[in-house]
């Protein structure tokens, strides 16, 4: 005999919601802003004089769904020190950018990414691909202060430099590295 289930053991959860005068965090409101190539360089270039982390992402993509919230606890640990971006690949080239802004909103509020820059392709997805020297999602990338790309993290260089996926905790090391080598200067 077989018997599964879903609960809890315990006392029973609270569904009464917070207490009356208890402080809730608020997280911020998710913005989301229609980039073509042109302006997704732009706006990284905008962050020079801060290492800038870019995670390029698809709602459509489960290695990205679940690495996705690395870059929001990667914010909240290291602050101002960093600009982060994500970047939505989710449009591929039919219909308008728009017809995806949904789901793509949905699933940033999911993980209060609020605090990151967040940024809608409105290219074909293919020729973002090119233009941006990735071959596919989850993919990010690692600018130093002077806005040099440091490190690519995709799957070339997981199997290449690492014989598995990259995770944040690769990130990190770059980003660590990026801010104390630039603090020497």
């Known amino acids: 005999m077989l018997i599964a289930g ?8 609270d569904d009464h919601g917070p207490q009356a005068g208890a402080q809730q965090p608020v997280a911020n409101p998710v913005s989301i802003a229609v980039a073509d190539h042109s ?51 989710d449009f591929e080239g039919f219909g308008v950018p728009e017809d995806v802004l949904e789901p793509v909103r949905k699933f940033l509020e999911q993980v209060s ?6 940024l809608l392709n409105s290219d074909e997805a293919d020729a ?19 806005g040099t790309l440091i490190q690519q993290f995709d799957d070339e260089y997981a199997s290449e430099k690492l014989g598995r996926t990259f995770t944040y905790d690769d990130v990190r090391r770059a980003v660590d590295q990026a801010l104390s080598s630039q603090s020497k200067e």
């Open 6 to 13: 879903c609960g809890w053991y315990g006392d029973p959860p």
């Open 39 to 89: 302006e997704i360089v732009r706006r990284i270039a905008s962050h020079r004089g801060r290492v800038v982390i870019l995670d390029c992402w698809s709602t459509s993509c489960p290695p990205c769904v679940k690495e996705f919230p690395g870059l929001v606890d990667l914010k909240k640990d290291y602050g101002d020190t960093v600009s982060c971006l994500s970047l939505s690949f």
């Open 113 to 118: 990414a609020g605090d990151i820059e967040n």
């Open 128 to 146: 973002l691909y090119k233009k941006m020297n990735i071959t596919s999602v989850p993919a990010v990338m690692v600018w130093d202060r002077n």
